[in-house]
């Protein structure tokens, strides 16, 4: 499996299900490479929890300016080439974000005459030159050469698959998404740092953080003892920070760092009533799964581009609304007053996504795949 950056050196939804379904297949007795840049001290390849991790380059700042950096992905996809080219697979699966990577697996996989499989995490098309103006005219080129470049698409949500037809790609997609550790939840109490409201996601513009403070401070007004618990960090840290205290809310809402262990993570939602996610893109949206894991409804927002809408059924495990502070905040008190879903429905609805469910999947679609003619 190629993508840049390794779980648990790097915390992000592509590198956590990377890891989950490596380790899973490698128990089923399959050996599995993660490929990505080097974030531990020694040698460059180790052995952990039965999967083997490649690291190619020393790390690089993945992100500039709030946005994701070019050079990094170029970097870590001209040295995955010659390490992937020693090295006979009978399957290379790469994550197409960011794209570059792509090219030195289809080299590899033309040479060896192995199987590659692309993993759709996203597809943005025309969103590219909102996201960077006139170099996204280049960044669409790039995602149309790599949809033409296999017939091996795996698509991790309906949305992915959606966008990734309306780019022209007419083969055949497989829809596995991201998955949950059932078992790891139950596990885990709750922290003592209580809270009534959750939000966890890197703090840039997209994920609108700033959308749920103002919401709480609707909902200051007549409930003053609502609490507010923001973890993350990122480039709006310091807007966020400024935000709560021009709006007078240092006692109803804190933003604390990025939580590296997932037992704490879950620990910390557990301690909640509900998580928000307000975001305008999503590719995916693991910790709405994980929250209704650990029995919280989940409030997310209707945007074209927000793939957590397709997780979450009104009433059942959560609320779809609209981008509006009064609308997130009357949900939010929705749930606060009782009147939203249970923690057992909660609970229910993310059981179908158990990562050791997804790894069936994968692994029958890779098997699939290896045995085409």
Known sequence: MVYDVIFPYVVGGVQLRNWELAKRLSGRGHEVTLFGMKHWPG??????????LHGVCSPR??????????????????????????ERYDLIDVANFPYFPFFSAKIATLTQRSRLVVTWIEVWGSYWQEYLGKAGLVARAIEKVCANGTTNAVAISDMTKRDLRRIGYRGPVEVIG?????????????????SDVVFFGRLIKEKNADLLIRAIALLAKDLPEVRCLIVGDGPARDGLVSLIHDADLQRQVRVVPFVRDHAEVFAT?????????????????????EANACGLPVITTRYPRNACCDLIRDGENGFVCEPSDGEVAERIRQVLVGAGPSPSDCARSAARYDWDALATAVERYYQRVGTRA
């Open 43 to 52: 040698p460059a390849i180790v052995e952990r929890e039965g999967v083997r």
């Open 178 to 194: 991201c998955g949950v550790d059932v078992a790891g939840v139950t596990s885990v109490g709750a922290s003592a740092a209580a």
């Open 269 to 289: 939602m557990k301690a909640s009533k509900v998580l928000v996610l307000p975001s305008s893109r999503e590719g995916f949206g693991i910790t709405a799964l």
């Open 61 to 86: 700042e993945l992100y500039r300016n709030g946005r994701r950096a070019f050079l990094p992905p170029i970097y870590t996809g001209l040295r995955t080439l010659a390490p992937l080219l020693r």
